[in-house]
């Protein structure tokens, strides 16, 4: 039952090259897009270059689609859903990869800035579950949009261009430690205590100085208002717009190779981009399949699927009943036969198997670097609780699909029983009767800053996504 070690398909040369180069890619992509809305913005952007075309333009002029067109949705600038329809009517069901593009991190509350001590602040709240100790000490940016009350979007993106400053959270000096040091892991750092340090200089205290926003004797808090100046000038904003803000702290820098055989890759937000980004390139592979192929990218998956672009809304299913009736087969019972007869792999990170931490894994049930795409076909947690099960004939279907294919894959489970566990969207889109299944690559450091990623991994998982895309119902 033990798999093969991927890389052995690929000796060096052209073969090794082919997944150097589409590593290469997702890294440059997780580099740039660190939030939802940047994942959003530049993937419309290179599904109109492949030919993809605005659904909503399409319902605009009255279009009508057939067979090829290649069209895709926007859900609030932070969820994409791209359909290549097929020779089939959707109601004889779609092939779905859907994957999330939201990451753990850091938001800036509604009112964030504040002085104390001489140092600028910005109060935050952590996103998703993480270990709030890994998050002090790095060098942090800010990513995100500031929304105007005249309308204006100002892009937001201090920390990763060259020359720019980083922010930063404080930790205790190892010297006055001790009382810290005896804490239990989840309270070494608290959620509260997570604020960046963003300025000390105050500002000018000159009653002549020509740039004084307000006479000095009115500034109280010295260091906020020469923070306010600086931001009034580069972005043309006011205190009072951080209420309409989604400001995200993100690691700062670029996804690097790691490894001496530049075999992996370490990088924010392989949980889910790095399931993403190999479903997408999947989509834009697709011609005229048999079956309407799908890429279903969503938000908010981190903290449970909720909201307006999260999976537990009705984006998707509203989206596939325009795209039927832009086709002319759209009917109520129709859009639930589309639902009911499609299948999906959800494309989602399993947890790599750790040598450092092998106790809470068993090794016959574990995923492992290079061995190439994850199935987990259940996930939950403690008794499989909140897992979607997937059915025996189902698995059966999808090994056929990747021998087939050549395609490397394996088996897994998110840890021992009594461990814990996680969650996917797998369980949402079941909820239509939708054959799914868990299926992504295998990550170290899950939910980390910086997490890693094999390489050949993320190659399989785009070979596995091509096959399942191009199989007939």
């Known amino acids: 039952m033990e798999r093969m070690n991927a890389w052995e398909k690929y000796p060096e040369g052209k073969k090794r090259d082919e997944v150097y180069t589409f590593a290469e890619g997702y890294r440059k992509f997780i580099s740039e897009c660190k939030t939802e809305r940047e994942c959003v913005s530049a993937l419309a952007a290179e599904a109109e270059k492949a030919g993809f075309k605005s659904l909503e333009k399409i319902i605009e002029k009255g279009k009508k689609l057939k067979a090829g067109d290649k069209v895709y949705a926007n859900n609030m600038g932070k969820g994409l859903a791209l359909f290549v329809l097929g020779k089939k009517d959707l109601e004889y069901g779609m092939n779905i990869l859907g994957a999330h593009i939201d990451s753990p991190r850091m938001d800036l509350k509604q009112d964030p800035l504040y002085e104390d001590s001489d140092f600028a602040m910005l109060d935050t709240h952590y996103y998703g579950g993480i270990k709030k100790y890994q998050w002090v000490t790095l060098p942090l940016a800010l990513h995100g949009v500031i929304a105007k009350k005249d309308g204006t979007l100002v892009q937001v993106n201090i920390g990763d261009k060259p020359g720019d400053p980083v922010f930063g959270v404080s930790d205790l000096l190892v010297h006055l430690s001790g009382e810290q040091l005896e804490k239990k892991a989840a ?277 596995g996504y091509v096959a399942f895309l191009n199989e007939q119902a």
């Open 187 to 463: 309270k070494v750092i608290e959620g509260e205590n997570l604020d960046l340090i963003i300025g000390s200089i105050p500002a000018s205290e000159k009653k002549d100085d020509k740039e004084a926003t307000q006479p000095a004797e009115a500034v109280r808090e010295k260091v906020k208002a020469n923070i306010m100046k600086i931001l009034e000038k580069e972005y043309g904003i006011e205190e009072e717009d951080f209420l309409s803000a989604e400001i995200e702290v993100v690691p700062a820098g670029d996804a690097r190779d790691y490894g001496f055989d530049r075999s992996m890759i370490m990088g924010y937000g392989h949980d889910d981009r790095v399931c993403a980004y190999p479903s997408f390139m999947a989509i834009l592979a697709m011609e005229k399949p048999e079956i309407t192929s799908v890429c279903l990218l969503v938000d908010k998956e981190e903290i449970g699927s909720v909201g307006a672009s999260g999976m537990q809304s009705r984006f998707f299913e509203n989206t596939v009943a325009e795209v039927m009736n832009a086709a002319g087969t759209y009917s109520e019972l129709a859009l639930r036969r589309a639902l009911k007869n499609s299948s999906v792999l959800s494309s989602d990170v399993s947890a790599a198997f750790d040598p450092n931490f092998p106790s809470v894994m068993t090794k016959r049930n574990a995923a492992y670097f290079g061995r190439g795409l994850v199935f987990n076909k259940y996930t939950g947690s403690r008794g499989k609780s909140g897992s979607n099960d997937a059915n025996a004939e189902y698995v059966g279907e999808l090994r056929a699909i990747m021998d087939k294919n050549e395609v490397a894959f394996q088996t897994a489970e998110l840890g021992k029983v009594d461990q814990g566990g996680g969650g996917t969207i797998a369980y949402i889109l079941a909820n239509y009767g939708m054959k799914v299944i868990d299926s992504g690559v295998a990550v170290l450091n899950m939910h980390a800053p910086w997490e890693i990623i094999s390489k050949v991994d993320l190659y399989e998982a785009y070979r």
